[in-house]
Every structure is written in structure tokens, then in C-alpha cells.
């Protein structure tokens, strides 16, 4: 008997362990299990908007509010070459003259491009050489948003703070602060928005806000002045004082 009891024990011994499994294995095509993964913070996100940003070029318009102005609409054209135009109705001589406001190679022009009170048909439009950097009473502010200020809101380095914010445009806003009072802020701070392919939807700033109401299209190659340059002055933002009335003679 002591043959038929060894071979009892060795057919025990011979069991597949996988029975003893704590549960049933996992079927073959199952996903594999998912880490979850920390959403960036609001400055991460921001410069990898902002990065896509940098090469975008597009056409599109918003609505324009100036601080203590009436909200219209303007024309963004931002050519492949890196050129760019924006178009401002009533966006100088205290909301009474038009201007386009152009960056090419050359530098940045100021482009009158008809008075408001001008004629139907006006002349043909002239444009006058800004000075780099652009005096304060020429200056729109809002080329800044898809210009010099894309840089630095990818830099880590820069003195800004960067947190989630709500406003009325569409895509992801973000509130930008300066965090040094002793050193000139790279951008002006206010809310900040952009969709996911890198094109600016809103912006709130000291000049204004800014809300996208149009389609993007497609830009051009370039963006080329709307007119000859001249060597006129440019058209201030603000309305100019009024000429002062002639002193009355006195008859003798």
C-alpha cells in the first residue's frame, strides 16, 4: 500500500496553485489601471496657452470697450510673417478719428484712416511712424496682447503672479499681478484669456476690455500699411483741448 499512498501525496503536491488566488484573474484585454495625474497650476497653464500663442496667426474681431468709452467693434489680423494690424474705429482724437495701429519690420504705425465726420468717400489714408517705445498718448495698450507681452507671461522668471479668474470670454482666464513694486512690470496686469490653440478670447486691462465676437480665419502672408507714410504727427488718443479764444482787442 505504501506505493499507492506516495502517489496520493504527489498528486496533491501537483495542484496548480493558481486556485489559491485572493480573486479571479484579470481578463486579457482589460485597461490597465489609471494614475490619476495633479492638474498644473494656474501659471503652468497659462504659459502653455500662452506658448501656443506665440505661433498662432489669425484674423478675427472683438468688442472693444476703452475705459470711459463706448464699446465698438475692431479687426485683429495677425500675418504669418509676423506682421499685424489692428483696426480701431474711433480709436483716437476723443473717439472721433479712426486709426489702424500696424507692426511691420520698419517699426509700428499709427494709420488715420478716416475722421468719423469726414465724407462718405474720405481720402486715401496716411500713416506716421510711432517712436519705440510708443508714447504713452499714441499708445492703444491692446497690440500689446498679441505682441511683446506673449513672451513674458511664458517666463518663469518674470515678476508675476498668475491665478484662475472668471470672465465673459470664452476659453481658459487667468488673473495676472505684479509681484514687485520696484521693478516695471512686463505686462500690464488684468485678466487674461485663450483657448487651447493659442488665440486670445478676452482680456481686461487699464485701456479696456476686450471680448472675441468673431470667426477666426485664416491670415494673410502679410500685413502691408493701408496707406503712404507721411511726416505728420500721429492722432493722439485723447480729445484735443479746444483753441483758445482770441483775446478781444480794445478800441482805443
Known sequence: MRPVRALLALSVLTVPLSGCSDGPPP?????????SVAPQEP?????????????????????????GGPARKIDVTLGVDG?????????????????????????????????????ATPGPATCVKLASPVPAKYDIRIQHLFTDWL????????ALSVAAAKFEAPGSCFSVESTSASIAAPVDPGTYCFQADGVLTG????????????AVAS?????????????????????????????PTKKP
Open 27 to 35: 481578463k486579457q484585454g482589460d485597461p490597465a489601471p489609471t494614475r
Open 43 to 67: 501659471r503652468a497653464q497659462l504659459a502653455g496657452l500662452v506658448a501656443a500663442a506665440l505661433d498662432r496667426r489669425y484674423v478675427t474681431s472683438y468688442t472693444y470697450t476703452p475705459k
Open 83 to 119: 506682421t499685424w494690424k489692428i483696426d480701431i474705429p474711433n480709436g483716437a482724437l476723443g473717439n472721433t478719428a479712426n486709426i489702424s495701429v500696424v507692426g511691420t519690420k520698419d517699426g509700428t504705425f499709427q494709420c488715420g484712416v478716416a475722421l468719423v465726420t469726414a465724407p
Open 151 to 158: 513672451p513674458p507671461l511664458t517666463s518663469r522668471s518674470a
Open 203 to 214: 482680456a481686461r486691462i487699464g485701456a479696456g476690455t476686450l471680448v472675441q465676437t468673431g
Open 219 to 247: 491670415p494673410p502672408v502679410s500685413v502691408a500699411l493701408p496707406g503712404p507714410v507721411s511726416g505728420g504727427p500721429p492722432l493722439q488718443l485723447a480729445a484735443l483741448p479746444p483753441a483758445p479764444s482770441p483775446t
